[in-house]
C-alpha cells in the first residue's frame, strides 16, 4: 500500500470542480466506499447533512456506500446510501448525541467481505480508530474528513487542562491517512502548524439556492411573532449548546440594550443550554427548532445574522444566510472566516470581544444601507457555493487515490 504523503493542498474552489471520472479508466461505476460516522441522521446538524449529500451524490454517479454508524428508533430524516447501525452509548449530560464503540468481529468480517474500495473516517471516536485499524490490514486506502473542532469543546465544559491529551488523540489519529478533507485550505494550513495533520484536500460546502432565498422573507410571519414590520432583527440559529457560544450572543445584545440601539433577538434552534440561555437573554423570541422551508423563512425574515461559534469547521448557517440576503456578524474563526469577507458580506470579530460584536452589530441595526449593500454581496457571493461541484471534487480525489493504491495494470 501507498500512502501519499506531499504536503501540498489539492485545493478545489467552489464552482469549479473536477469531473467525476477521471481519465485513465477508472471510473466511479461500481465503486464500493465505507463511510464511518459518529452520527450520520439521528440528530440533524451541518456535518451529517453535507456527509448525506455525499453519499447521495456519489450514488448518484454510479458508487455504492455503506455507512456504519450508531442509529435510533426516531431520526432525524431518512439516510442517504445503505446505514448499518453500529453499538453506542449516549454521552452522559448530552444524551441527544451517542458515541460509537468500536467495530465488532461480525462488522469488521462483514466489511472485508464486502471489499471496499475506498474508507472514509468522519469522526475521531472508537468507531473511526476501528476503522482505520481495520482499512491498514486490508491494505485499502483510507481518508478522513474534519467536520468539528473537537479541541476547542473543552474550555467550553470546564476541561481546559484536558485540551493537549485530546490533541494528541487527533494527531494519531489523521496520522498516516491517504487524505485529510478539510473546509478551507486557511483551516488545513492552520491543523497542519498545529500538527494535526500532515497534509490536506478541501471538500468546502454548497447551499441550496433554491430553499434559502431573500424571497423567502415573510412580514406575517414576522408579525405572528410579535416583530414589527420596521423592527430589525438579529438572527441566531443553531442548537442551543455551549459551545455555539450563547454566552456571547447574550453579552453582546446586553451591550446593544445598554446603548439603547432599537433591536429584536429571534433564536431558531433547541438544545440543552435552552433555559440557561432564554434567561439570559428574556426580551429574544425562540421559535424552536424549525426545519425545510420554515428554517428559510426564519433566515430570510431575519434583517443579520450572529455567530459567536469558533468550533465549527465551516459553519453553514453562513452561506445559508448570505444566500438569504442578510449580512453575518461572525468570530474570527475557521468556520466563518472562510465565507465572511470582513466589511463586504458581514463582519468578522475576535470571538471573545463583546464590545467588537455590539460594534458590528450596531453598524448593520443603524444603518440601512450598508445592511442592505451587504445581503446583496452575500447573495452573489453564495452563488459559488454548488453542492455538485464540491462533492464532484472531493469523488475526483477518492479516485486519485484509490488509482494510486491499485496495481500498475489495474490502475490503467
Same mark, same amino acid.
Given at each position: ?7 501540498m ?15 485513465g479508466? /477508472?471510473?466511479?461505476?461500481?465503486l464500493?466506499?465505507?463511510?464511518f &460516522? ?7 446538524? *451541518? ?10 451524490y /456519489? ?14 428508533? #426516531?431520526?432525524?430524516?431518512?439516510p ?16 441527544? !448525541?451517542r ?11 462483514e ?6 474500495? /475506498?474508507f #472514509?473516517?468522519?469522526?475521531? +471516536? ?6 482505520? $485499524?481495520?482499512? $491498514?490490514?486490508? *491494505? ?9 473542532r473537537?479541541?476547542? !469543546?473543552?474550555? !467550553? !465544559? ?35 502548524d ?13 447551499v441550496? $439556492?433554491?430553499?434559502? &432565498? ?6 406575517? =410571519?414576522?408579525?405572528?411573532?410579535g416583530?414589527? +414590520?420596521? +423592527? ?18 447574550a ?19 433547541e ?16 421559535? *424552536?427548532?424549525?426545519?425545510?422551508t ?9 434583517? /443579520? ?8 469547521t465551516? *459553519? ?17 474563526a475557521?468556520?466563518s ?31 440601512h444601507?450598508?445592511?442592505h ?13 454548488? =453542492? ?15 488509482a494510486? #493504491? ?7
Open positions: 500500500m501507498r500512502v501519499i504523503q506531499s504536503m493542498y489539492e485545493e478545489f474552489h467552489p464552482g469549479s470542480g473536477p469531473p467525476a471520472n477521471r481519465p479508466g /477508472l471510473t466511479a461505476e461500481g464500493r466506499i465505507v463511510l &460516522s459518529g452520527n450520520y441522521n439521528y440528530v440533524r446538524d *451541518g456535518a451529517n447533512q453535507a456527509l448525506n449529500r455525499l453519499v447521495a /456519489l450514488e448518484s454517479k454510479g458508487a455504492t456506500a455503506r455507512i456504519y454508524s450508531p442509529t435510533s428508533d #426516531h431520526p432525524a430524516f431518512e442517504a446510501g445503505t446505514l448499518v447501525s453500529v453499538p453506542s452509548v449516549s454521552i452522559p449530560g448530552r444524551a441527544e !448525541y458515541i460509537a464503540r468500536g467495530l465488532p468481529g461480525k462488522l469488521r468480517r466489511i472485508a467481505e464486502w471489499e471496499p474500495h /475506498l #472514509h473516517l468522519s469522526a475521531p +471516536d472508537p468507531l473511526g480508530h476501528s476503522a482505520k $485499524k481495520l482499512a $491498514k490490514s486490508l *491494505g485499502a486506502p483510507v481518508v478522513a474528513s474534519v467536520h468539528t473537537f479541541e476547542t !469543546y473543552f474550555e !467550553y !465544559y470546564g476541561f481546559g487542562w484536558a485540551r493537549p491529551a485530546g490533541e494528541a488523540i487527533l494527531k494519531r489519529f489523521y496520522h498516516g491517512l491517504d487524505e485529510v478533507f478539510v473546509t478551507s485550505p486557511g483551516f488545513g494550513e492552520m491543523l497542519r498545529q500538527g494535526l495533520i500532515e497534509h490536506a484536500a478541501t471538500w468546502s460546502r454548497g441550496d $439556492k433554491e430553499r434559502f &432565498s431573500p424571497a423567502r422573507r415573510a412580514p406575517e =410571519w414576522r408579525r405572528s411573532l416583530i414589527c +414590520d420596521d +423592527d430589525v432583527v438579529i438572527g441566531f440559529v443553531g442548537r442551543l449548546v455551549l459551545e455555539k457560544g450563547l454566552d456571547m450572543v453579552a453582546a445584545v446586553a451591550e446593544l440594550k445598554r446603548r439603547g440601539v432599537p433591536h429584536k433577538l429571534l433564536v431558531v434552534g438544545g440543552p443550554a435552552r433555559a440557561k440561555f432564554e434567561a439570559q437573554v428574556p426580551d429574544a423570541i425562540f421559535t *424552536g427548532f424549525l426545519d425545510g420554515m428554517l428559510a423563512t426564519a433566515f430570510a425574515s431575519a434583517d /443579520l445574522l450572529i455567530n459567536p461559534s469558533i468550533t465549527e465551516f *459553519g453553514n448557517i453562513n452561506i445559508e444566510a448570505l444566500a438569504s440576503g442578510i449580512p453575518v456578524v461572525a468570530a474570527i475557521s468556520g472566516s472562510c465565507i465572511i469577507e470582513d466589511g463586504v458580506t458581514g463582519r468578522l470579530v475576535p470571538h471573545a470581544d463583546v464590545t467588537g460584536f455590539a460594534d458590528a452589530l450596531e453598524h448593520y441595526l443603524v444603518d444601507d450598508a445592511r449593500a451587504a445581503g446583496a454581496a452575500g447573495l452573489e457571493a453564495a452563488m459559488a457555493y454548488d =453542492w455538485d461541484a464540491i462533492n464532484g471534487a472531493v469523488l475526483a480525489r477518492y479516485l486519485e487515490i484509490i494510486a #493504491h491499485a496495481p500498475p495494470a489495474a490502475a490503467g
